[in-house]
């Protein structure tokens, strides 16, 4: 495809879910590449908004507030704050930064849904779900739980058992209930709109499988023709829950939009809000042939921007479509993936407090380490060694050399350049590449190579300065030194201008030192950007060295993590799981009476049972049980207990036992015999 003169960009990053703080997987995967893909486009001086805020509905939340004793709102709120607030201190540079529980996004949503309606894009569906009676609710999936029919886990969840990790649907759990109320659910009649994917399957193979098969990534495209192969289904839109977009049709209390097509239509809602705030219209960033639009999203939301978001897009009919889903694989840690419910995280709160002034640092390891084209791994140790090894040693040293060293023989100005040997004439000649070889990558979504070539400048100037040595000829030749260090200044300028997509906390910091009036891409790769006599700001150090002990510090800190998820994962009962259901008819297969125990003995040789001589009402018959560790044969006698009297006969210890008495055995393993509440009729049944 023809590269097109695009006047103007929209940029959106998913919208995290506000049920928990953000981590450095959520940095990584979306918002550091997006940032630093925003943060270049302004630096060319291309018009461009970057758009993100909270996905705020759906089950999850409205569990948490449940759990918790509070409203769902609470529940966002909270979180909400939290992740604006680390966004903020990392340098997320949004243009707006919302949320979908604004008023703002219910109105959008629902004129999405109202113009898909009106066109009849939707089919309805009338189908049987659960529904709780006593709460008169229905239940979404996460709301029953009941036995997961592999495992016999008695906890598991109607979309999934968290305990074998089978996907489930709420048929097929055994002994399904309801979570709102502890009752068994029935199934009741509901009607839902459908989003008829199918009908889309063959714009969306020409689109996709055709059109972006060159300039969307491997990871992303795979993605979408794997589930393009499968064949798409309709989906339903909404659903019976009573927190999220109210469905704007008549008669549809207590169903809302699915937050997976809500959230989306976010970005929309958030492009407006802003356009309020500034008085600005939001219509072209989203309606203009010549807009484009990009998603940065992870692996785990691919298929919602490539291929269902589109297929909305399209047919609501007055929206342009993606050019482009730069999705990013996911970040583990430590080697394991990072989970939320595990607390296996580096939370960004606790960074911030821990690493003060050190954003840039896992901006920078998030970046170089990017899992762009596969997973990959954070830890510490490499943190460290990033930080030591390249920021500090290379970065932070070169400039600070620089800086240090012209303070010292020329008063912090800028000095002139005098006559150049071929070393000077390769590192002025070598600056110029930079910005088209950074800018390049960065266009091709390619971070990782973007950022290194960044740090190859700083490697030329690192090289050039310690090859130059001007501190042995300073007494010697002075104004070779000048040169020296004019040169190196450039390199300095240069390096605060095209680091500041990567580490815009670093580009402040450096263009202070520098006292540089401005820093636009265009700019760069100009080695003449200082005057001679230029007066240079107080040189401060960018990076500093990061300790070991630090760093020990926070693997024990994981350490102590996986330590309490050990403890926690151990079974707090041994209660056994909960057998097959089974019929009334299985049940009244079984004769149980209340009887009187007449009699009763050791068996000579055998330290756990008792022989007792029971009354069953029409006879008196042997019955063998192992309870004698538990119970005295003389406080049994005179006393009345349940009996199975229909078992059939079976040897214990040569006696034949004619039925079985019946016993509680709690989980440790110990007997307590059943009895009743008043004496009865010898041969009660039980029932
Ligand atoms: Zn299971």
């Given at each position: 495809?023809?590269?097109?003169?695009?006047?103007?960009?929209?940029?959106?990053?998913?919208?995290?879910?506000?049920?928990?703080?953000?981590?450095?997987?959520?940095?990584?995967?979306?918002?550091?590449?997006?940032?630093?893909?925003?943060?270049?486009?302004?630096?060319?001086?291309?018009?461009?908004?970057?758009?993100?805020?909270?996905?705020?509905?759906?089950?999850?939340?409205?569990?948490?507030?449940?759990?918790?004793?509070?409203?769902?709102?609470?529940?966002?709120?909270?979180?909400?704050?939290?992740?604006?607030?680390?966004?903020?201190?990392?340098?997320?540079?949004?243009?707006?930064?919302?949320?979908?529980?604004?008023?703002?996004?219910?109105?959008?949503?629902?004129?999405?849904?109202?113009?898909?309606?009106?066109?009849?894009?939707?089919?309805?569906?009338?189908?049987?779900?659960?529904?709780?009676?006593?709460?008169?609710?229905?239940?979404?999936?996460?709301?029953?739980?009941?036995?997961?029919?592999?495992?016999?886990?008695?906890?598991?969840?109607?979309?999934?058992?968290?305990?074998?990790?089978?996907?489930?649907?709420?048929?097929?759990l055994i002994n399904p209930t309801s979570a709102l109320s502890g009752n068994v659910p029935v199934k009741k009649e509901t009607k839902h709109w459908y989003l008829p994917l199918d009908k889309y399957?063959?714009?969306?193979?020409?689109?996709?499988?055709?059109?972006?098969?060159?300039?969307?990534?491997?990871?992303?495209?795979?993605?979408?023709?794997?589930?393009?192969?499968?064949?798409?289904?309709?989906?339903?839109?909404?659903?019976?829950?009573?927190?999220?977009?109210?469905?704007?049709?008549?008669?549809?209390?207590?169903?809302?939009?699915?937050?997976?097509?809500?959230?989306?239509?976010?970005?929309?809602?958030?492009?407006?809000?802003?356009?309020?705030?500034?008085?600005?219209?939001?219509?072209?960033?989203?309606?203009?042939?010549?807009?484009?639009?990009?998603?940065?999203?992870?692996?785990?939301?691919?298929?919602?921007?490539?291929?269902?978001?589109?297929?909305?897009?399209?047919?609501?009919?007055?929206?342009?479509?993606?050019?482009?889903?730069?999705?990013?694989?996911?970040?583990?840690?430590?080697?394991?993936?990072?989970?939320?419910?595990?607390?296996?995280?580096?939370?960004?709160h606790e960074y911030l407090e821990e690493f003060p002034k050190k954003q840039d640092v896992l901006r920078y390891t998030l970046t170089i380490t990017a899992p762009e084209t596969k997973d990959n791994?954070?830890?510490?140790?490499?943190?460290?060694?990033?930080?030591?090894?390249?920021?500090?040693?290379?970065?932070?040293?070169?400039?600070?050399?620089?800086?240090?060293?012209?303070?010292?023989?020329?008063?912090?100005?800028?000095?002139?350049?005098?006559?150049?040997?071929?070393?000077?004439?390769?590192?002025?000649?070598?600056?110029?590449?930079?910005?088209?070889?950074?800018?390049?990558?960065?266009?091709?979504?390619?971070?990782?190579?973007?950022?290194?070539?960044?740090?190859?400048?700083?490697?030329?100037?690192?090289?050039?300065?310690?090859?130059?040595?001007?501190?042995?000829?300073?007494?010697?030749?002075?104004?070779?030194?000048?040169?020296?260090?004019?040169?190196?200044?450039?390199?300095?300028?240069?390096?605060?201008?095209?680091?500041?997509?990567?580490?815009?906390?670093?580009?402040?910091?450096?263009?202070?030192?520098?006292?540089?009036?401005?820093?636009?891409?265009?700019?760069?790769?100009?080695?003449?950007?200082?005057?001679?006599?230029?007066?240079?700001?107080?040189?401060?150090?960018?990076?500093?060295?990061?300790?070991?002990?630090?760093?020990?510090?926070?693997?024990?800190?994981?350490?102590?993590?996986?330590?309490q998820n050990e403890a926690d994962a151990a079974p707090v009962s041994n209660l056994k799981p909960m057998k097959e259901t089974i019929t009334y008819d299985d049940f009244t297969k079984l004769d149980?009476?209340?009887?009187?125990?007449?009699?009763?003995?050791?068996?000579?040789?055998?330290?756990?049972?008792?022989?007792?001589?029971?009354?069953?009402?029409?006879?008196?018959?042997?019955?063998?049980?192992?309870?004698?560790?538990?119970?005295?044969?003389?406080?049994?006698?005179?006393?009345?207990?349940?009996?199975?009297?229909?078992?059939?006969?079976?040897?214990?210890?040569?006696?034949?036992?004619?039925?079985?008495?019946?016993?509680?055995?709690?989980?440790?393993?110990?007997?307590?015999?059943?009895?009743?509440?008043?004496?009865?009729?010898?041969?009660?049944?039980?029932?």
């Amino acid at each position: 495809m023809a590269t097109k003169n695009w006047k103007r960009t929209t940029v959106t990053s998913a919208l995290p879910y506000a049920n928990g703080p953000l981590h450095i997987g959520h940095l990584a995967g979306v918002y550091v590449p997006a940032d630093i893909y925003v943060r270049y486009l302004r630096s060319k001086g291309e018009e461009v908004l970057f758009i993100g805020g909270s996905d705020e509905h759906g089950v999850p939340i409205t569990i948490k507030a449940r759990k918790e004793g509070i409203t769902p709102q609470e529940v966002v709120d909270r979180y909400h704050r939290m992740i604006k607030d680390s966004f903020e201190k990392f340098g997320i540079s949004f243009d707006i930064y919302s949320r979908t529980s604004n008023a703002i996004h219910h109105e959008t949503a629902s004129e999405f849904f109202t113009t898909m309606y009106e066109k009849g894009e939707f089919i309805e569906k009338t189908s049987l779900q659960y529904f709780d009676e006593e709460e008169q609710h229905f239940l979404a999936d996460r709301y029953i739980t009941g036995t997961c029919p592999h495992c016999g886990n008695p906890k598991a969840y109607g979309d999934q058992c968290e305990s074998c990790g089978t996907s489930l649907s709420p048929n097929d759990l055994i002994n399904p209930t309801s979570a709102l109320s502890g009752n068994v659910p029935v199934k009741k009649e509901t009607k839902h709109w459908y989003l008829p994917l199918d009908k889309y399957q063959d714009w969306l193979e020409k689109w996709i499988v055709e059109d972006h098969k060159d300039d969307w990534k491997p990871n992303v495209y795979g993605q979408c023709k794997s589930w393009l192969d499968h064949g798409l289904q309709p989906r339903a839109v909404t659903r019976d829950l009573d927190w999220g977009v109210n469905v704007p049709l008549p008669g549809t209390e207590g169903k809302v939009l699915y937050v997976w097509f809500d959230a989306p239509i976010g970005y929309i809602s958030a492009t407006r809000e802003w356009g309020q705030i500034h008085g600005k219209d939001w219509k072209p960033w989203w309606k203009d042939d010549d807009t484009r639009l990009l998603h940065f999203i992870g692996k785990d939301n691919i298929v919602f921007h490539c291929i269902i978001f589109p297929a909305m897009l399209k047919e609501e009919g007055s929206f342009i479509l993606p050019d482009n889903v730069p999705a990013f694989e996911f970040l583990n840690l430590e080697g394991e993936k990072i989970s939320t419910t595990n607390n296996w995280a580096v939370w960004l709160h606790e960074y911030l407090e821990e690493f003060p002034k050190k954003q840039d640092v896992l901006r920078y390891t998030l970046t170089i380490t990017a899992p762009e084209t596969k997973d990959n791994d954070f830890t510490w140790k490499d943190f460290q060694a990033r930080n030591n090894s390249e920021l500090l040693a290379i970065f932070g040293n070169f400039v600070n050399r620089t800086l240090v060293l012209t303070q010292k023989y020329i008063d912090g100005k800028v000095p002139e350049r005098g006559e150049l040997n071929p070393t000077d004439q390769i590192a002025l000649d070598e600056i110029k590449l930079f910005p088209s070889r950074i800018g390049g990558s960065l266009e091709q979504f390619r971070f990782r190579e973007s950022l290194t070539e960044l740090m190859n400048l700083a490697r030329l100037g690192n090289k050039y300065l310690t090859d130059s040595e001007p501190w042995k000829i300073f007494k010697t030749d002075p104004e070779r030194v000048k040169t020296i260090l004019n040169i190196s200044l450039e390199i300095c300028a240069n390096l605060a201008i095209l680091c500041e997509p990567f580490l815009p906390f670093t580009a402040d910091r450096l263009s202070r030192m520098m006292n540089l009036p401005q820093r636009k891409w265009a700019i760069a790769g100009n080695p003449e950007l200082l005057e001679p006599g230029h007066l240079l700001g107080q040189p401060e150090h960018l990076f500093d060295r990061i300790e070991d002990s630090v760093i020990e510090a926070q693997v024990q800190k994981l350490h102590d993590t996986k330590k309490q998820n050990e403890a926690d994962a151990a079974p707090v009962s041994n209660l056994k799981p909960m057998k097959e259901t089974i019929t009334y008819d299985d049940f009244t297969k079984l004769d149980i009476r209340i009887c009187t125990v007449e009699a009763a003995e050791k068996v000579h040789g055998a330290d756990k049972l008792l022989k007792l001589a029971v009354n069953t009402g029409h006879d008196t018959r042997t019955i063998v049980s192992g309870i004698a560790q538990y119970y005295k044969p003389e406080d049994l006698v005179g006393k009345q207990f349940c009996f199975i009297v229909n078992l059939a006969p079976r040897k214990l210890r040569g006696i034949e036992s004619q039925g079985m008495i019946l016993s509680a055995e709690d989980p440790e393993g110990k007997l307590s015999l059943i009895t009743p509440q008043d004496l009865l009729e010898n041969g009660s049944e039980v029932k």
